[in-house]
């Protein structure tokens, strides 16, 4: 999908259907929307003292101009509360606009900036919210499913602005927001694919195929690697399935010989629960349990696109947790690549167990702030529901830096404590430590185990458990993978590489 800014008057635009807004209460319209009112021989104002157009928020009204105007269609897209209205707000109507358009097998539209006018938002922060929107709400997920011969794809949004002297700005960040919601879409598809076609081997050929087409560094490391490197705790999630694990690097160097920032992810291609089984109902979503070995893969290939001036290498071990014969138990200790060892008490929190050799690798490797992500546990979904998702870090510094970009990318986080008498949890008798500490915490006990294996680095733990996958579409996101939070980790690596971290 190509989205453009030109300068002009969305008056004389010509094009299938214009796209103009309306804040709810007001009256007669003005800016944009009253100039094609005025064009429309005040058609819209004559609407609204009917009641037919309240401009709340998510109200849409198509209307046909007969002539007119150039455009044969325009669509008043209601923004609600003119005190309410945030760049979120432009996001998700931005995308509820496009499926809305689509649907009316409408390829081609312009629109534009909402918020930059009465609203009184950064014109560019607009543009790149309006391309995310699209991009993101567009997004579905088909391809096992037969051709729908009579689908329409929206091929083509053009954003109109008067102003000339925004245009430069508006453009760059029209394509910031568009190369980070493909990023992101990319991350949905990784881990909306089945088990069956996703494996580690596909992960991790999907990896090096994208870091190919963007110039990224690329190794695939197998099972005899992870041998030779010690990494016993990464390998024991892996011996119960006939997969073979993949070790997945990937870099990009935009800053010499910087340290690198630092992104992990958890790319357990299907969890079962292992010898501590899952429940039967709802292990098919567990073909996700990758969504943050994705979401790493996929701001890798941002950051390649957008060339930032800083360094990052992705880590993701990827692996199949399964009850095979040759699976690890629950009571058996094994061996991490640092040395500490480490009692397995719940086979099915195995995701902080390949993390831990994950984690130390990046130590090896020098890699600092460290970022990791992962849906870790299913403690987290029950604390903070599909809202939002929880943050734990030894840094101030960092978290500050994480919310922020957060916060620009419309998905929240929250942080949780790490205070030092939940260390208490993970103690174990028999070994260094053990990987579950019960109910109670555990999002926070298994923050404490990933903890052990940062070697002191900045570190923030990510554990999207709740915000990986969606019932129903919501905004800017649709019924399946969310890819969060691609954009976050993207805002962050551009951030880190304009100030780095003191």
């Known amino acids: 999908m190509r989205i453009t800014v030109e300068t002009g008057d969305i008056t004389t635009t010509s094009s299938p259907c214009i796209v103009v807004n309306l804040f709810e209460g007001i009256t007669v319209p003005g800016g944009a929307t009253g100039a094609v009112d005025h064009a429309l021989d005040g058609e819209i104002g004559e609407l609204i003292a009917a009641g037919d157009i309240s401009g709340k928020s998510g109200e849409l009204t198509l209307l046909h101009t007969f002539g007119k105007i150039a455009s044969p269609r325009v669509l008043v897209a209601g923004l609600g509360k003119s005190e309410d209205f945030s760049i979120d707000r432009v996001r998700d109507l931005s995308a509820a606009v496009a499926k809305f358009l689509r649907g009316k097998r409408i390829a081609r539209f312009a629109t534009i900036a909402h918020g930059a006018g009465v609203a009184g938002l950064a014109p560019a922060a607009c543009a790149q919210a309006i391309a995310e929107g699209a991009v993101l709400g567009l997004y579905r997920f088909d391809r096992h499913k037969k051709p729908d011969d009579e689908a329409t794809e929206v091929e083509a949004i053009a954003l109109v602005e008067h102003d000339g002297a925004r245009l430069s700005a508006m453009e760059a960040a029209v394509?910031?927001?568009?190369?980070?919601?493909?990023?992101?879409?990319?991350a949905r598809d990784l881990a909306n694919e089945p088990a069956n076609v996703l494996t580690p081997t596909e992960l991790a050929a999907r990896a090096e195929a994208m870091a190919r087409e963007t110039g990224l560094g690329c190794h695939i490391y197998d099972r005899e690697?992870?041998?030779?490197?010690?990494?016993?705790?990464?390998?024991?999630?892996?011996?119960?399935?006939?997969?073979?694990?993949?070790?997945?690097?990937?870099?990009?160097?935009?800053?010499?010989?910087?340290?690198?920032?630092?992104?992990?992810?958890?790319?357990?291609?299907?969890?079962?629960?292992?010898?501590?089984?899952?429940?039967?109902?709802?292990?098919?979503?567990?073909?996700?349990?990758?969504?943050?070995?994705?979401?790493?893969?996929?701001?890798?290939?941002?950051?390649?696109?957008?060339?930032?001036?800083?360094?990052?290498?992705a880590l993701v071990p990827a692996a199949e947790?399964?009850?095979?014969?040759?699976?690890?138990?629950?009571?058996?200790?094994?061996?991490?690549?640092?040395?500490?060892?480490?009692?397995?008490?719940?086979?099915?929190?195995?995701?902080?167990?390949?993390?831990?050799?994950?984690?130390?690798?990046?130590?090896?490797?020098?890699?600092?702030?460290?970022?990791?992500?992962?849906?870790?546990?299913?403690?987290?979904?029950?604390?903070?529901?599909?809202?939002?998702?929880?943050?734990?870090?030894?840094?101030?510094?960092?978290?500050?830096?994480?919310?922020?970009?957060?916060?620009?990318?419309?998905?929240?986080?929250?942080?949780?404590?790490?205070?030092?008498?939940?260390?208490?949890?993970?103690?174990?008798?028999?070994?260094?430590?053990?990987?579950?500490?019960?109910?109670?915490?555990?999002?926070?006990?298994?923050?404490?185990?990933?903890?052990?294996?940062?070697?002191?680095?900045?570190?923030?733990?990510?554990?999207?458990?709740?915000?990986?996958?969606?019932?129903?579409?919501?905004?800017?996101?649709?019924?399946?993978?969310?890819?969060?939070?691609?954009?976050?980790?993207?805002?962050?690596?551009?951030?880190?590489?304009?100030?780095?971290?003191?």
């Open 225 to 313: 690697w992870a041998e030779s490197m010690g990494m016993g705790s990464y390998l024991g999630v892996a011996r119960g399935s006939a997969q073979p694990p993949k070790f997945i690097v990937l870099t990009y160097q935009g800053a010499g010989e910087a340290p690198p920032l630092g992104l992990i992810g958890k790319g357990i291609t299907f969890d079962t629960g292992g010898i501590s089984i899952k429940p039967a109902q709802g292990m098919e979503e567990m073909k996700g349990d990758m969504s943050g070995g994705a979401c790493v893969i996929a701001a890798m290939m941002a950051i390649a696109r957008l060339k930032p001036a800083i360094n990052v290498t």
């Open 175 to 186: 394509e910031r927001g568009r190369l980070a919601a493909e990023a992101a879409c990319f």
């Open 321 to 502: 947790n399964m009850p095979g014969g040759n699976a690890t138990k629950p009571g058996d200790v094994l061996r991490a690549m640092n040395g500490k060892t480490i009692e397995v008490i719940n086979t099915d929190a195995e995701g902080r167990l390949i993390l831990a050799d994950a984690l130390a690798y990046a130590c090896k490797l020098n890699l600092s702030p460290l970022v990791d992500v992962a849906t870790l546990t299913g403690a987290m979904s029950v604390t903070l529901g599909n809202v939002a998702y929880g943050i734990f870090t030894n840094s101030d510094g960092l978290l500050a830096r994480v919310q922020s970009a957060g916060a620009a990318a419309g998905e929240k986080c929250w942080q949780l404590p790490m205070f030092d008498e939940y260390k208490e949890n993970i103690k174990s008798s028999v070994a260094d430590m053990k990987n579950s500490g019960g109910r109670g915490a555990g999002s926070i006990n298994a923050a404490f185990f990933l903890k052990e294996f940062i070697d002191d680095r900045p570190w923030a733990h990510l554990d999207i458990a709740g915000v990986d996958f969606f019932e129903k579409d919501k905004g800017v996101l649709v019924k399946g993978a969310s890819g969060i939070p691609v954009r976050t980790l993207v805002n962050l690596a551009l951030d880190l590489a304009a100030t780095p971290l003191a």
